[in-house]
């Protein structure tokens, strides 16, 4: 059995129990789901805070294929989905999906977990926390590379 992946890049919203119910209807051969959704958290105590991601069309979603082809060859998957959004956020709001289909629990929960430290140093984005109009464009930080470290596999 192949793996199925499938990337978005959009400014759009998710509905998670829509895609759940997509990627999972009638499927009798993936005993394990594990879903991982990351929301934007407040970064300071200030007034009207935002985060704008940027992103190079078409690079971008290769990065993210490129992501998901990488766990696939280091655990049995069978499916993963990835949806990363981009545009003006703000707190609470859902900003990446990473959905991870497999016949067993271990093989999901490391794939999952790997492709998010991946995406957090890796995939071409550009972050700007702003608070109150005023704002600075951020770098991934030194716990997001050693997270990565621990799958002993980086930049690639």
Known sequence: MTCEIEVSVQEDDFNLGELSDRWTSGDVDNGAQVMFVGRVREFTDGDAQTMT???????TEKSL????????????????????????????????????????????????WFIM?????????????????TGEWVDAKDSDDAALDKWSVKNV
């Open 53 to 59: 991601l940027e992103h190079y069309r078409g690079m």
């Open 65 to 112: 294929k490129e992501t998901a082809g990488i766990a696939q060859e280091r655990w049995r998957t069978n499916k993963i989905l990835i949806i990363h959004r981009v545009g003006e956020l703000k707190p609470a709001d859902q900003i990446v999906l990473v959905m991870v289909l497999s016949s067993h629990r271990e093989d999901a929960f490391n794939a999952a």
């Open 117 to 133: 430290d991946h995406l957090k140093t890796t995939a071409p984005f550009w972050k700007k926390e702003s608070v109150a109009g």
